[in-house]
C-alpha cells in the first residue's frame, strides 16, 4: 500500500444546511453511528497509513481539541488551525500549510469533512505517485451529476476540464464528479495565495490546468454520501450501523441497531434500518424507531413512530407521536399525539402541544 504520512481535514464549515443540528454542535462532531462524523474520517486515514493530520477548523473551533487530544489515542498526532476569517477550501489549505512536515514533492492528502465515503485511500496515493501528478483526485461517478462539478478525463484518467454544476442536457459530459478527497504535491499548496478567500475547486485547480500542470482523476465508484442536508447525515449514520459504509470507529458489531450504554429501550420497542440509541436516551414500550439516530438523553414515549428522522440532545418525543423525516433539535419538546413529516425541523428547546400539527386526519 502506498501511504501518505500527511493529511489535511477541512473542518471549518459553518454546517447551515444541517441546522438545528448545527446550533450547538460543528457539523464534523455530530455524531453518526455513535461517535463524532469526524472520528470515522480519522479512524480511515490512520487505517490508511496517515500519522499526522493537521485540522483546518473555524466554525465552533474550541469543541475539537478537548475531544481527540494530540490524537495519541487514536495512534495519530493531531494539529488544530483555527481560520479566523472564512477563506474557502483553497484559502483554508492555505492556511494550515506551515503545520505540514512533508517535502516539496511529498504527498499530501486532503479531505472535506462532510463525506462520508468507502474511498480505497491507499490507491488513490498509489495513482498519484505512479503518474507523477501535482494534483490528483477522487471521483466518483453519479446518476445525475446536476448538483455537482463535473471533472471529464481522458482514457488514461488526465483531468481535461472542470465545469461547474451543468444546467443543461449538452453540458452532461460525463458523469464523473468531484467526490471531495484529494491528493496534494506539498509544493502546491505552498502556491496558493495567502490572507483571502481561494476556492480549490473554481480557482486552484481550473489555474492548475490551464498551467500545464498534470492533474489525475481516480474513479472510485465505491458508497459515498455528501453529508449535508439533515436527511443525508441520518442516512449516512444508518449506513454505518449496518455496514453498508466501513469505519474502524463503530462501536460496536454492524446490525439493525446500535444501543449505546446507559440507554434505556423497552422490551417490545423496536428498533431498525441502522438505529442509534444514544447514552442515556430512553424508548419507551411500542415504540418503533426506524433508520433514525436518538441522541443522548433524548425520550421517545411509549407508542410513538420515528423513522428516518434525528432527535437531538435531551429532547422529547411524546406519546403516540409520528416522526418521519423529521429533525427535533437539542432540547425540543413534541407532546403527544402529533405528526411530524417530509423534512420539518423544530428548533433547539422548542414546544409543541399536545396533538398541535397533523399531516393526516384525526382519525
Partial sequence: MTKAPEAILLVGGRGTRLRPLTVNTPKP??????????????????????????????????????????????????DYVTEREPLGTGGAIRNVASHLESGPDDPVLIFNGDILTGLDIG????????????????????EDPRAFGLVPTDASGRVLAFLEKPQT????????????????????IDSIPTGRPVSVERETFPGLLESGAHLQGMVDSTYWL??????????GSADLVLGHAPSPAVPGRCGEHLVLPGAEVAEDAKLTGGTVIGEGAVIGEGARVGGSTVLAGAVIAP????????????????????????VIGDGAVVGADNELR??????????????????????
Fill in 226 to 235: 455528501d453529508l449535508g442536508t439533515p436527511q443525508a447525515f441520518v442516512r
Fill in 303 to 326: 407508542g410513538a413512530v420515528v423513522t428516518d428522522s434525528l432527535v437531538g440532545v435531551s429532547a422529547r418525543v411524546g406519546a403516540r407521536t409520528v416522526l418521519d423525516g423529521a
Fill in 169 to 188: 442536457p449538452e453540458e452532461i459530459v460525463t458523469d464523473q464528479i468531484n467526490a471531495g478527497a484529494y491528493v496534494f504535491r506539498r509544493r502546491i
Fill in 342 to 363: 417530509d423534512g420539518v425541523r423544530v428548533w433547539c428547546g422548542a414546544v409543541l402541544p399536545d396533538g398541535a400539527v397533523r399531516f393526516s386526519s384525526d382519525q
Fill in 123 to 142: 490507491a488513490l496515493v498509489g495513482t498519484h505517485v505512479t503518474t507523477g501528478a501535482d494534483v490528483s483526485l477522487h471521483l466518483s461517478r453519479v
Fill in 29 to 78: 462532531m455530530v455524531p453518526a453511528a455513535g461517535v463524532p462524523f469526524l472520528a470515522h474520517q480519522l479512524a480511515r486515514a490512520r487505517a490508511a497509513g496517515v500519522e499526522h493530520i493537521v485540522l483546518a477548523t473555524s466554525y465552533l473551533a474550541e469543541v475539537f481539541e478537548p475531544y481527540f487530544g494530540d490524537g495519541s489515542a487514536l495512534g495519530l498526532r493531531i
